[in-house]
């Protein structure tokens, strides 16, 4: 393998903060046990350019926008610096014949290579030729210097440059800038009522969507790839109908089979938020993506939930461009307050309307997507007479969440990926949840469904939740769940952990152990034992007794020998 040297020089050096958004993504990748999951991988198509044309191709777009030339220092304060001048690497790798399948897993090669982002450009670049001519491009690049939108926009750019069009001007900002845009009143309005929107919906949603136990560690998820053509015209009835954006019937149509499967009443989406809202911001070249968190009360019908779904999304992406350390702080002290641990275990990526905003017109059909090697071009889908579309199984990825929907398409198909743990939907599963996805449209467009009758469209049954499980505090948990929680901080301290009724949570997580105890340690020290377990909740009230009753296993026994009672909570009971 030979390599080349893509100069660039003549631009500005300078440096300063980061952006919310940008230091919310370079926060993930330095706290990540695995940071190449944040990694972005595109494999793009060269016309059989020599190449020094390919060179002066990437030279470009590195003077263009100044993420890619970017590199940080961390200390109290994170930096980014731009650098003026320099080089890149770019490997060349022999195709063998399959230029395309070497293009791929070159790219996953470079996508698990972790970048030194206090040293190196944060971009892996390598030309797989064919018979020595450059066939494709692999381009890898840390999430710290590009978001799904970005990348969109470097495919546009891309394709312009190797059609032999320059490009034109861009005066976006770049991501220093946005900086500056931050400090603005209105921006700063912005994110202060995204702080008390974030506290709201935080003090009454579930903790976990996916209230399931976790029998196996790791991330790797198994994906379900679903294509329809047939599903665009039901769509299209639905909107006409309803009034809705196809994305926002697409969202509720996740929603109803997601809350028919976990049984819950509401459904919490973390929804992925490109955040170019402004006009100057349509085409902004950077990381800038955050949160929208989208809560939504389930109704009866399909076309309720397609309205509650739209009403919910406008505030959710209104209030998702926030300081991230603001957020957190609310996140950490909410935490402490319920003594939950927000699971974010369903994350949803509509990214059916990015390539508005590319130059040019990049192509909308892919062979793979994101978060998967990003392989633009192929045909458009051929669907099944018996399920109305296609249904791929994937290999698995690494994905840091219990459900990632990602969708892609809203145009002449629907083409949306499903990665999912296995244990929440098994293979088989997942599958029977496309099949029902394409169902559910394809009823609603014939009329509102009731929602009730979702169990006619598909055999994915609701789980069942037997004796041990209680509905506290808008969660779902299981009393074992929380002993077995509760057992690893106290050991063989004598204790109990019983279920209550309470008028106000439905039920009362109580904890009475021996003393002497000091109840705000002892909710410390469990609530940093609770990530990872989505069925427990630390317990609401601590009753410290003189010693243990002769039945250790009757609450109300223990009661009668209570010394004190707390909350172990900051704030006042």
């Excluded at 030729?129 to 890898?140: A, I």
């Excluded at 509401?266 to 993506?289: D, E, K, P």
């Excluded at 021996?514 to 989505?534: F, K, N, S, V, Y």
Aim: glycine fraction near 6%.
């Amino acid at each position: 393998m030979t390599r080349f040297q893509v100069p660039f020089s003549g631009k500005a050096e300078r440096s300063g903060p980061l952006a919310h958004g940008h230091a919310n993504i370079v926060r993930a990748i330095t706290l990540d046990d695995d940071p190449t999951r944040l990694n972005l991988a595109m494999v793009l198509p060269i016309p059989g350019s020599p190449t020094a044309q390919v060179s002066a191709w990437i030279r470009v777009l590195l003077e263009r926008h100044e993420s890619l030339r970017t590199t940080y220092s961390f200390g109290e304060t994170t930096l980014q610096h731009v650098r003026g001048e320099g080089e890149l690497a770019v490997d060349v790798v022999d195709g063998g014949g399959e230029p395309l399948e070497t293009a791929e897993r070159t790219a996953r090669a470079l996508r698990s290579r972790v970048f030194d982002l206090t040293s190196e450009l944060p971009v892996h670049l390598a030309v797989v030729t064919e018979n020595d001519v450059p066939r494709q491009l692999v381009w890898v690049v840390s999430h710290a210097a590009m978001d799904v939108a970005a990348c969109e926009l470097l495919l546009g750019e891309w394709l312009e440059l190797s059609a032999g069009r320059e490009l034109p001007a861009d005066d976006s900002p770049q991501p220093l800038d946005l900086v500056e845009l931050e400090q603005t009143p209105a921006v700063q309005r912005l994110g202060q009522a995204a702080t008390r929107y974030w506290e709201t919906k935080l003090r009454t949603v579930p903790q976990a969507m996916f209230p399931l136990p976790t029998t196996r560690s790791g991330f790797l998820r198994p994906g379900l790839r679903i294509r329809s053509r047939a599903a665009m015209e039901h769509v299209a009835a639905i909107a006409e109908r309803t009034s809705a954006s196809p994305s926002a019937i697409a969202l509720a149509a996740l929603t109803a089979l997601i809350t028919h499967r976990t049984a819950q009443s509401t459904c919490v989406t973390t929804s992925l938020s490109g955040n170019r809202v402004l006009r100057q911001l349509r085409r902004f070249f950077g990381s800038m993506a955050q949160d929208a968190l989208l809560p939504v009360d389930v109704p009866d019908t399909f076309d309720e939930l397609v309205h509650a779904v739209r009403a919910a999304s406008m505030p959710a992406y209104r209030h998702s461009w926030f300081d991230a350390d603001a957020i957190w702080e609310v996140i950490t002290r909410i935490t402490e307050e319920r003594g939950f641990s927000f699971a974010r275990d369903l994350v949803f990526n509509d990214m059916s309307a990015l390539g508005d905003t590319a130059v040019g017109s990049p192509p909308r059909a892919a062979y793979s997507r994101l978060p998967s090697v990003w392989l633009p071009g192929g045909p458009d889908v051929e669907d099944d007479p018996e399920t109305g579309g296609k249904l791929e199984v994937l290999p698995e990825e690494d994905i840091p969440c219990r459900f990632f929907g990602c969708l892609y398409r809203l145009d002449t198909e629907l083409d949306l990926t499903l990665w999912v743990d296995p244990d929440c939907l098994d293979t088989a599963q997942v599958t029977e949840f496309g099949r029902g996805l394409l169902s559910l449209l394809r009823a609603a467009a014939e009329g509102d469904l009731p929602l009730k009758e979702l169990h006619s469209l598909t055999t994915l049954a609701p789980v069942e939740r037997g004796d041990g499980w209680y509905l506290s505090d808008s969660c779902w948990v299981e009393l074992a769940a929380v002993r077995e929680l509760v057992a690893g901080v106290l050991g063989d301290r004598p204790h109990l952990v019983s279920a209550e009724p309470d008028e106000r949570l439905g039920h009362r997580l109580v904890c009475y152990l021996t003393g002497p105890a000091r109840p705000p340690e002892l909710h410390t020290e469990i609530l940093a034992a609770l990530p990872g377990r989505p069925t427990a909740l630390s317990p609401h009230r601590y009753v410290v007794c003189a010693e243990p009753p002769a039945d250790p296993l009757d609450a109300s026994a223990w009661a009668a020998l209570t010394v004190e009672t707390s909350t172990g909570r900051k704030v006042p009971e």
